[in-house]
């Protein structure tokens, strides 16, 4: 059974600062995906890594693959407050795209 | 083009109740796909609906169901409902049910069961 697991579950920064939240998955998968969650609200699609080693950057966050680790990373640059939310990484299970989310992990800029 | 849509926005229900969420798909998109969310946790998968038919369901029970029509638009349907039912309801539309379409997700339905 694949699982999905974050870390840290909760990330408190100072605005400025750098910092990487770590997704590690159970067993084999070319599809991973990274959402934002704002409170009470939907998921918003960040990024998509479909293969080894694939990099992906959106202003302040970098997302990244290493499937042989069955590892991705989300890099926070110079943080802002408006970065604040709960991130999720999720990876496609088997043929169908069905998504096996995280544990989520909640981010809180600080001025 | 328009996005993924859900109705209603909140409900609340009783125990042993039956409830029904419905969803609209984004244009051009043929599979929709169901989430819980419970409060504090990442969505877990209910089943996923391709031009109408199942097409993979998670660990839920038979009193989850659901229906994908025509145009593509989906129902979840819940029957007696227990305590532990209370969660974000997520539809999650997409191109296809398989590959690597992203999917989009609606702004889900909030399910209180008391």
């Known amino acids: 059974e694949l699982k999905v697991e974050q870390n840290p579950l909760f990330l408190s920064m100072q605005e400025g600062k750098n910092y990487t939240i770590y997704c590690n998955y159970s067993?084999?998968?070319?599809?991973l995906y990274w959402y934002r969650q704002d409170p009470g609200k939907s998921l918003e699609s960040l990024f998509v890594l479909l293969s080894n080693g694939a990099v992906k950057q959106e202003g302040r966050l970098m997302a990244s693959l290493d499937t042989k680790a069955r590892l991705s990373t989300l890099h926070i640059t110079a943080a802002v407050h408006d970065l604040s939310a709960t991130y999720f990484c999720a990876v496609a299970g088997g043929a169908t795209n069905k998504l096996i989310f995280g544990t989520g992990t909640l981010l809180a800029v600080q001025p | 083009e328009t996005g993924v849509t859900q109705s209603p926005t909140h409900l609340i229900k009783t125990r042993g109740q039956q409830v029904t969420l419905r969803c609209s798909s984004q244009?051009?998109?043929?599979?929709v796909s169901w989430y819980q969310q419970a409060l504090g946790q990442g969505p877990q998968f209910i089943f996923q609906?391709?031009?109408?038919?199942?097409?993979g369901r998670g660990n839920f029970p038979p009193r989850f169901s659901g229906l994908q029509f025509p145009n593509y638009s989906s129902e979840l349907n819940v029957n007696a409902l227990e305590l532990d039912d209370s969660a974000l309801y997520l539809c999650?539309?997409?191109?296809?049910?398989?590959?690597?379409?992203?999917?989009?997700f609606g702004p889900g339905t909030r399910l209180t069961v008391l």
């Open positions: 067993t084999t998968s070319d599809r």
């Open positions: 244009s051009g998109h043929n599979t």
């Open positions: 999650a539309s997409s191109t296809t049910g398989w590959g690597t379409d992203t999917q989009y």
């Open positions: 609906y391709y031009r109408e038919e199942e097409n």
